[in-house]
């Protein structure tokens, strides 16, 4: 069946530090892809999304490109902020509006 | 535009007792979904509704958990009788059914413990 499989946190950054998050998945067909992200305290919010191959999704200063022939879609940010703690989720969105979430990658960026 | 809106935002039980939560979605959003996000995971898709039927209820514990949408706007989420590891938090989603909007929306969650 459809999944996600993100890296396993709990990550520790010190700020302005280069963060990569992994994400790849398996699915049939084309799913689209996303990222979300919870602070902490609030609700899943949509960081990014891609929906076809290549296509490369951006939101503050996050990046993730769609890499059909890696089945990947890793986020990644060049600089990160103390602001940017939070976990982040990676998940697919099948036909039928199906979603699949990833476990959740768990970020702490320190000044 | 009024987000997703749940209640209540927390709730304590006893084993063995019921619960019920409540899911208002954006206006407009034909798809509903629940989801049970246990702590230290992603969260788990339990039941999916587009307009007023049900799409995917595969994940969804029957013997326990019933969930409807009347009128295709509000739902509601029930657990009967309940168990220790159902506490989590119970997230609703919805979404427009249509190409190009396939973004959920999440609401702020009730979180369930249950003693």
């Known amino acids: 069946g459809d999944s996600v499989t993100q890296m396993e946190g709990p990550v520790t950054l010190s700020e302005e530090a280069f963060l990569t998050i992994n994400c790849t998945y398996t699915?049939?067909?084309?799913?689209?892809l996303f990222w979300y992200v919870q602070y902490p305290g609030e609700g899943l919010q949509l960081l990014l999304k891609a929906t076809k191959a290549d296509d490369k999704g951006s939101n503050k200063g996050f990046e993730a490109t769609y890499r059909k022939e890696t089945t990947s879609f890793h986020l990644e940010k060049g600089s990160v902020q103390v602001s940017d703690s939070a976990v982040y989720f990676c998940a697919l969105r099948r036909t039928g509006n199906q979603f699949y979430f990833g476990t959740g990658t768990s970020l702490t960026v320190i000044p | 535009e009024a987000g997703v809106a749940q209640s209540p935002r927390y709730k304590i039980i006893e084993k063995r007792q019921s619960v019920a939560f409540w899911c208002n979605p954006i206006?407009?959003?034909?798809?509903l979904y629940w989801y049970q996000q246990i702590l230290g995971q992603g969260p788990k898709l339990l039941i999916q509704f587009q307009n007023n039927g049900v799409v995917d209820d595969s994940q969804l514990p029957k013997d326990r958990f019933s969930a409807e949408r009347l009128k295709g706007v509000d739902s509601t989420l029930k657990i009967q009788p309940a168990k220790l590891e159902d506490s989590a938090v119970y997230l609703c989603a919805s979404s427009l059914d249509r190409a190009g909007q396939e973004t959920q929306y999440f609401g702020p969650g009730t979180r369930l413990l249950v003693l």
């Open positions: 699915a049939t067909g084309y799913p689209s």
């Open positions: 206006s407009g959003h034909a798809t």
